[in-house]
Structure formats: C-alpha cells, structure tokens
C-alpha cells in the first residue's frame, strides 16, 4: 500500500502559477502509475492528469493541457503538478491518487485506489 498526502495549494490571482507536490510513503513507489484529479462542490471528480510508473508517459485533460505539467522523482518518492496560467475555473481541491502498476484503467480516468486528503486551489479574477 501507498499513503498520499498533498501540498502546495492556496489561493493566486489568474495567470499565476503553483506547484503542488503529493509525497508518498510506503514500499515501492515507483510501481504506481500516479495522478492527479480535482473536486469542486457538487460536481464530480475530474481528470487532471496522470504519470506512468516510469515516468514516460503522461496524460492531460483538454482543459490543463499545455498550461500544467505532471512530473515524479522517484528518490524523493514525490510527484508534482505544476500549474501556469491559472484561471478562475481551475479553482478545486485536487487529490493526487494512485495506481499499482498492473492496475490497467483509461488514461483519463477517475478509478483510482489510493488517495491523498486533497489540497485547495483557489484562482480569483
């Protein structure tokens, strides 16, 4: 098993820029494929984006794409999310979760089996 716990969230101003880390305790992290999915009140999760256990890979939304970048380091046992460009519909919790390896789900998708407690983001006009 994986323990995810999320920093890095806060409030900016639209067109600034953050970097949430999401630190993970537990044995062999760099066997899960990691992600990162957002919340906001009374809608339902979203995508954000997602790393594979290698790092070689990753997925972005239509939404984030081009404006976030996913990345892991894997001797820190760490992955990042850092957001550019932020724009007031970016305002959410985001959680990061996490895949073992042989868990095969869509790239874009939602399923995850560990999760981290979430981190707010607020982006103000």
């Known amino acids: 098993q994986v323990q995810l716990a999320e920093s890095g969230g806060g409030w900016v101003q639209a067109g600034g820029s953050l970097r949430l880390s999401c630190a993970a305790s537990?044995?062999?992290?760099?066997?899960?494929?990691m992600a990162w999915i957002r919340q906001t009140p009374g809608k339902e999760r979203e995508f954000v984006s997602r790393i594979s256990w290698s790092g070689g890979t990753a997925y972005y939304s239509d939404s984030v794409k081009g404006r976030f970048t996913i990345s892991r380091d894997d001797s820190k046992n760490t992955v990042y999310l850092q957001m550019n460009s932020l724009k007031p519909e970016d305002t959410a919790v985001y959680y990061c979760a996490a895949n073992w390896i042989h868990t095969v789900v869509a790239p874009n998708s939602t399923r995850y089996d560990y999760w981290g407690q979430g981190t707010q983001v607020t982006v103000s006009e």
């Open positions: 537990g044995d062999n992290f760099k066997m899960y494929n």
